[in-house]
């Protein structure tokens, strides 16, 4: 959706809340007292009332937008500027975008936009051939604080594996082969599904559990790397392919792993310039999300209103 077209279909607040309700009819609404999902709908007020029991549930519980006092069109601003892009736009640019005056109601809101991201994205299980490897992203380290609350001096921290300055992320990606390619300079495998994993540490009692729970284990051929932590993949997949990077580069045996790697990191550097370290996952959902949705023939922006309706 262009900027032009999004102003003809939402002109105002009134046209922006209709066709929420629009969406919010379609996915159902379930009462919070009584579970029933047929309801009144009160115009007067803009609630639902539950059939059975009588209980009143906003337009907004229960979606993305709960207890937010921001006007419906502030949201349809922002799932209109995150879907139009393959790229991305910084809180600061939204806000401004928007012509809001304070910058925290809209930082929140688009880190629940991207959490909303991730839970759609959860459900999926990635399958069959998959490349696996972590990646190091130099993030801001978190605020230190003294027993009465007051910030502590920053401490100079080198960037790098183990620091405080650095986010380990787990990279998955489902890539099958591709037949049709004839250069010789480019990957003969064709990227489908990729999830990004903000983990603790790569040891292998940290990555085994985030493996079952993003991949399909029954069918999947895991290709990763040499390192240690990966020895204990074959006894939960199908079967895992591990090479050792000093007889080839890395870039062969792992392409879009690293692909991937890169235009997040070249991503959240030109656009976020700093991502704290303890948001590193609601940046990585944006990015996968887009990502995978990148030849579905139905508006992003459709989809991502899909998911602000579904999910909480």
Request: with cysteine; charged share 25%; net charge positive.
């Amino acid at each position: 959706m262009t900027i032009k077209q999004f102003f003809q279909q939402f002109p105002n607040e009134e046209a922006c809340k209709k066709h929420f309700k629009t969406y919010r009819d379609k996915a159902g609404v379930i009462c919070k007292k009584c579970q029933s999902n047929e309801h009144y709908w009160l115009s007067t007020i803009d609630y639902y009332k539950c059939k059975s029991c009588g209980f009143r549930t906003s337009l907004k519980s229960g979606t993305v937008m709960e207890n937010s006092k921001l006007p419906y069109q502030h949201w349809y601003m922002a799932f209109m500027l995150v879907s139009s892009t393959k790229k991305s736009f910084s809180t600061l640019e939204i806000q401004r975008q928007i012509e809001h005056k304070f910058y925290e109601p809209i930082w929140a809101m688009m880190h629940k936009i991207r959490k909303v991201m991730g839970q759609r994205d959860a459900e999926y299980k990635l399958e069959n051939e998959i490349e696996m490897d972590e990646a190091f992203f130099i993030t801001t380290a978190p605020i230190e604080k003294d027993e009465n609350g007051k910030r502590l001096p920053k401490k100079k921290m080198k960037p790098g594996k183990g620091s405080p300055r650095t986010s380990t992320v787990l990279v998955m990606t489902e890539s099958i082969p591709n037949f049709n390619q004839i250069d010789k300079n480019k990957s003969n495998r064709a990227v489908r599904y990729i999830k990004m994993i903000h983990v603790e540490d790569n040891k292998a009692q940290t990555i085994i559990p985030e493996v079952k729970k993003n991949i399909d284990c029954t069918n999947a051929v895991i290709t990763t790397d040499g390192a240690n932590h990966y020895s204990k993949l074959r006894e939960i997949v199908k079967d895992h392919h591990y090479v050792k990077m000093t007889y080839m580069p890395a870039h062969k045996v792992l392409p879009w792993v690293h692909k991937t790697i890169s235009n997040a990191k070249r991503n959240f550097l030109g656009v976020h310039h700093s991502v704290g370290r303890n948001y590193t996952q609601n940046y990585l959902n944006e990015f996968c999300f887009k990502f995978n949705r990148r030849n579905n023939d139905l508006d992003l922006f459709d989809r991502v209103l899909n998911v602000a309706v579904n999910y909480q």
